[in-house]
């Protein structure tokens, strides 16, 4: 650990004005990004008393090695820099609302031809309309009743093909649960006509459609049609079923997101009502660990900046009013940043009297016995990681805790296709955003050791060099003056996405998936780089030995220890990601078309020749003109096809045996 002491400024140096700071490790890497109306005030406070700090920003500055500050105009620019970088480096010690689950939301993809009702997670995706969040029970019944009324499509691409190729709707066409636009019962205007329905259902003109059909059902029965009656009667209760299933808490025209806060000293677990249309039609909620002395109102500052800042939550997605338990203080700057967002005015108060204080209430309680769970949860779960870590490292004997563990996978099929997978487990737990893979080619592709071998060599050169060009431009003159203009960049375009470093900070133990060889090859690749400060072990799968760099004999931990489950669970996952990348990697070798060879034919442009021939055969009989009539294929690019063809025509190869694409089977000559 760092001494704060060493890296302090002098404060004659630190401006008073506003402005955005961010610690560094030794590594160079951003760990915090902070904003203050006045830095030299903030920056001062972190060094002149570091023993009375809480224990997550003392354990921040004595992980630091260095800080850098960038002045900014206003709070608004701070505020927009702050969360600009925040997304861009993902420093380890920021406040960080963790979703305590993944929320489905029932989705329309209005972007498609033939629209289709699905139930999503993740993130959003153009053209799309989102409605929820939802529970996942509650999702899947909504949905199967309102298909009853509103048939639109939800089935996957493949068998929307499969039933346009055969003439035949799937079941869903058959039970009318779907429309079948597939095999043109309704045209594609009509379907889509289906769908805005849908969504304007979901988004809260319910009782216009319940209406119309009352009036239908009226008009059948005065027909006395009674079997279009009770039809359209089945209808009108499963629309009602789905709308009354949200009980109504405010007015309707009430739009709100109302958040609510339950906290200790450390932690504090954060709760959601998305009540749109006066109705409550989700909930979310987080858990964050608290850094520095966190008010309620900070952190209500960066639960509305992390919310609402992801990509998705823009406009359409945000409400007009956001209740929270106190106002933050720079509210007005806030609302301002939310507004641009949203591209409509957006109103950040406290609820203080009636309806949406008592909802408040609730939503509070909610949170209340969130936090409870999630420490009663978190209890067991943290003190087998740290008993894992710890009895590894004593197994192991090593000087330094094991805060990061990389481990290196190889796979392939007879010494073909073959690849490399990297995982990583950060304080026990594994960091899917820091996974690599590898393709091995050449020399190193002919055993394991040296695929081994290639693929450290990889990993830690590209960390080297990154290194040395962080190292070369911090000396550069004019280096903070560029500082200064990235983060007005920053503050102007939020929208730009920051480039992506090959690789993270180095790790403290690389684990590999085999024995001695593959150990020893491993450290060999470390010691040619001059890297000897990361330590290598292997793990055998005969016995579960681990095998340590030159040693005659392996260390063996006990069947029961959690220190070797922890390496079992990240070798196994190694090798699942490993084995899958090895998997798609041979199914695109497997698939290779003759159009694939031909100079300057993209991928769009075969998809457009073979839907324009059908077939690859047919492909190779037309002639030039026949090819520039296929969408985006010229007189010059039609001349290179069959060119192309004529010249693998004269020269077969007779090493390369031909195969039917359909089946896969290599065709005997």
């Known amino acids: 650990m760092a001494n704060p002491a060493s890296y302090r400024p002098q404060t004659g140096e630190i401006p008073t004005n506003p402005g955005v700071y961010r610690f560094r490790d030794p590594h160079g890497r951003v760990i915090y990004v902070g904003k203050a109306k006045s830095l030299r005030s903030r920056l001062n406070s972190y060094f002149a008393n570091p023993g009375g700090l809480l224990p997550k920003t003392y354990a921040m500055v004595h992980a630091a090695s260095s800080v850098e500050w960038t002045v900014v105009g206003s709070e608004l620019e701070s505020l927009q820099l702050e969360y600009t970088w925040i997304k861009e480096f993902k420093p380890r010690f920021n406040v960080v609302f963790r979703d305590d689950k993944t929320y489905p939301y029932l989705a329309v993809t209005m972007g498609e031809k033939l629209p289709r009702v699905q139930v999503l997670r993740g993130e959003r995706r153009k053209g799309t309309r989102y409605f929820g969040p939802y529970t996942a029970g509650a999702i899947r019944e909504t949905m199967d009743t309102l298909l009853r009324v509103f048939p639109v499509r939800s089935c996957s691409p493949g068998v929307l093909k499969r039933a346009q190729a055969s003439g035949r709707p799937c079941l869903l066409g058959y039970i009318d649960k779907c429309s079948a636009p597939c095999v043109g019962r309704v045209t594609p205007e009509e379907h889509r006509a289906l769908a805005e329905d849908f969504c304007s259902f979901m988004g809260g003109e319910a009782k216009r459609f319940i209406g119309r059909l009352e009036k239908d059902m009226a008009a059948a029965v005065a027909e006395l049609d009674y079997e279009r009656a009770a039809r359209v009667r089945d209808d009108i209760i499963a629309l009602r079923k789905v709308f009354e299933r949200n009980a109504v808490v405010l007015s309707e025209d009430t739009d709100a997101d109302i958040f609510a806060l339950h906290e200790d000293e450390l932690e504090a677990a954060v709760q959601v009502f998305h009540v749109r249309g006066g109705r409550v039609r989700g909930q979310r909620g987080w858990v964050v660990e608290k850094v520095e002395d966190s008010t309620t109102p900070d952190l209500v500052e960066h639960l509305l900046q992390q919310v609402y800042g992801e990509e998705g939550e823009t406009q359409g997605r945000m409400p007009r009013e956001v209740l929270v338990p106190e106002e933050p203080s720079n509210a007005a700057e806030l609302a301002q940043w939310l507004a641009g967002l949203r591209g409509a005015k957006v109103d950040i108060r406290v609820p203080r009297r009636g309806d949406k204080a008592a909802l408040m209430s609730t939503v509070r309680e909610n949170a209340e016995h969130a936090l409870k769970l999630h420490k009663s949860r978190r209890a067991g779960d943290l003190t087998n990681r740290s008993l894992a870590l710890q009895e590894l490292q004593e197994a192991l004997d090593l000087p330094v805790a094991l805060l990061r563990i990389e481990c290196f996978d190889i796979s392939h099929v007879q010494g073909t296709n073959v690849v490399a997978s990297m995982v990583v487990v950060e304080d026990g737990l594994p960091k899917k955003s820091d996974y690599r893979k590898f393709s091995i080619t050449g020399a190193a592709a002919a055993d394991d050791t040296a695929a081994m071998h290639d693929v450290l060599t990889r990993r830690f050169r590209n960390y080297l060099q990154e290194q040395s060009d962080h190292a070369e431009a911090a000396r550069l003159p004019g280096h903070q003056a560029a500082l200064e203009a990235m983060a007005t960049a920053s503050v102007q375009d939020t929208t730009t996405?920051?480039?992506?470093?090959?690789?993270?900070?180095?790790?403290?133990?690389?684990?590999?998936?085999?024995?001695?060889?593959?150990?020893?090859?491993?450290?060999?690749?470390?010691?040619?780089?001059?890297?000897?400060?990361?330590?290598?072990?292997?793990?055998?799968?005969?016995?579960?030995?681990?095998?340590?760099?030159?040693?005659?004999?392996?260390?063996?931990?006990?069947?029961?220890?959690?220190?070797?489950?922890?390496?079992?669970?990240?070798?196994?996952?190694?090798?699942?990601?490993?084995?899958?990348?090895?998997?798609?990697?041979?199914?695109?070798?497997?698939?290779?078309?003759?159009?694939?060879?031909?100079?300057?034919?993209?991928?769009?442009?075969?998809?457009?020749?073979?839907?324009?021939?059908?077939?690859?055969?047919?492909?190779?009989?037309?002639?030039?003109?026949?090819?520039?009539?296929?969408?985006?294929?010229?007189?010059?690019?039609?001349?290179?096809?069959?060119?192309?063809f004529s010249n693998a025509a004269a020269s077969p190869d007779p090493e390369s045996p031909a195969i039917n694409m359909t089946t896969g089977e290599i065709i005997e000559t």
């Open 497 to 644: 996405p920051a480039p992506r470093a090959k690789f993270a900070y180095p790790p403290n133990l690389v684990v590999v998936d085999g024995g001695k060889p593959q150990v020893n090859a491993a450290a060999r690749a470390l010691a040619e780089l001059g890297i000897d400060d990361v330590y290598v072990v292997g793990l055998a799968k005969r016995l579960e030995e681990v095998w340590l760099p030159d040693s005659d004999f392996p260390v063996i931990l006990p069947r029961t220890s959690e220190g070797l489950y922890l390496l079992q669970r990240i070798r196994d996952e190694a090798h699942r990601f490993a084995i899958t990348f090895h998997r798609q990697k041979r199914g695109k070798a497997m698939t290779v078309s003759a159009l694939d060879s031909v100079p300057g034919l993209g991928e769009a442009k075969r998809k457009a020749l073979l839907a324009q021939f059908g077939s690859v055969k047919s492909i190779r009989t037309a002639s030039a003109a026949e090819l520039a009539t296929a969408k985006g294929i010229g007189p010059s690019l039609a001349d290179a096809i069959v060119s192309h």
